[in-house]
């Protein structure tokens, strides 16, 4: 009797122990305010985000990232956000839109990428292919990085401008591939045409040997195709700790495009070398632009209307089904004021 009221008593101060350490943990991710510090979000290796960027420059204050994975792609991040997993993601525009029209809602921030005529999404084939038009895509693999997001979209984009019907369009296959191994997957002829965009293209052009077939900035112009974004529910609870995300995003966004180049390589160089993992900081140098379009990455309307006017075309959304006042806001960014 006495061996099990001592061993409930060690158990009971185990259990304290381990609330209290609980509780310290939770009070370390909150500021003053009661609004969390500590913002959870998903990266790419070797490569260094708008958000990352603020961090590294400062412009977060009290506000820390911490990387809980590597990311596969915006629809993956939108779905995380939405079950809390994690705080923000960034994702395509048009995803966002389909998203929140199937009742996830979340709202778009500041801008996280772009295409310019530096920095744009590339869909490339062999130098010895015999794909020229989009006709000649019929029947033939077009590797994306994930389904339902920017690449999709451009790709069929690009084969309804060149006229192809939809009965065609069904008949190219869109494959998915890993970022890291898209060129080499092209290259060992398992598919056809691949996309590719910033660090990766360039380093695929200098290793020679392929040629583009379509650019998105051929169909979109320079665009800033994809948004920072957090669910409704947190821009509520944390409105403090958004608006300081967002500052920092627009700081870092400006910060970058108005820095030699050199000198955003050398900072991206650091922050990579300063990562747990032993992450190569041999693409960095491919860099050439932030690709954002609009200044502080604020959000222009016209950035969510192309998308919504395009799935309502596609038959994938009902006229007014999403309205354009709940996709996004300005609110927090101060270069929109």
């Avoid at 420059?57 to 994690?86: F, H, N, R, S, W």
């Avoid at 040997?209 to 379509?214: Q, S, T």
């Avoid at 900081?281 to 395009?310: C, H, M, P, R």
Wanted: with cysteine; aromatic share 10%; charged share 25%.
């Amino acid at each position: 009797m006495k061996k099990n009221w001592l061993f409930l008593l060690i158990l009971g101060a185990i259990t304290a122990i381990l609330a209290a350490c609980s509780s310290s943990d939770a009070a370390e991710t909150k500021g003053e305010n009661g609004q969390d510090q500590v913002l959870q979000y998903q990266s790419l290796p070797g490569s260094v985000y708008p958000a990352e960027l603020a961090e590294a420059l400062g412009y977060l204050g009290d506000v820390k990232l911490e990387k809980v994975g590597d990311m596969v792609g915006g629809p993956e991040m939108i779905q995380l956000t939405a079950t809390g997993e994690i705080d923000f993601g960034q994702a395509f525009n048009g995803a966002l839109i389909k998203s929140y029209a199937q009742g996830v809602k979340i709202k778009s921030v500041v801008g996280a990428y772009g295409s310019d005529e530096n920095t744009f999404i590339g869909y490339y084939t062999l130098e010895d292919s015999d794909i020229k038009t989009a006709k000649d895509l019929i029947g033939k693999k077009v590797g994306v990085n994930i389904l339902g997001a920017h690449s999709e979209f451009a790709v069929k984009q690009f084969l309804r401008d060149n006229g192809l019907t939809e009965d065609e369009i069904k008949q190219v296959e869109l494959v998915v591939v890993p970022y890291g191994s898209a060129e080499q997957i092209l290259r060992a002829g398992q598919i056809d045409v691949v996309n590719l965009s910033g660090i990766s293209k360039d380093r695929a052009l200098e290793n020679g040997g392929i040629r583009p077939v379509f650019k998105d900035i051929d169909l979109f112009g320079e665009f800033t195709a994809g948004e920072y974004f957090f669910t409704e529910k947190y821009i509520e609870e944390n409105p403090d700790t958004v608006k300081t995300f967002v500052e920092g995003v627009a700081k870092a966004i400006e910060w970058a495009r108005t820095t030699p180049r050199e000198e955003v390589i050398a900072k991206f160089e650091e922050i990579v070398s300063g990562r747990e993992g032993n992450e190569t900081t041999e693409n960095l140098k491919y860099w050439k632009s932030i690709g954002i379009a609009e200044e502080g990455g604020q959000i222009a309307e016209k950035e969510f209307q192309v998308w919504l006017d395009w799935l309502v075309e596609s038959g994938d959304l009902e006229e007014g089904q999403v309205k354009l006042e709940d996709l996004y806001t300005n609110e927090f960014n101060p270069y929109a004021k």
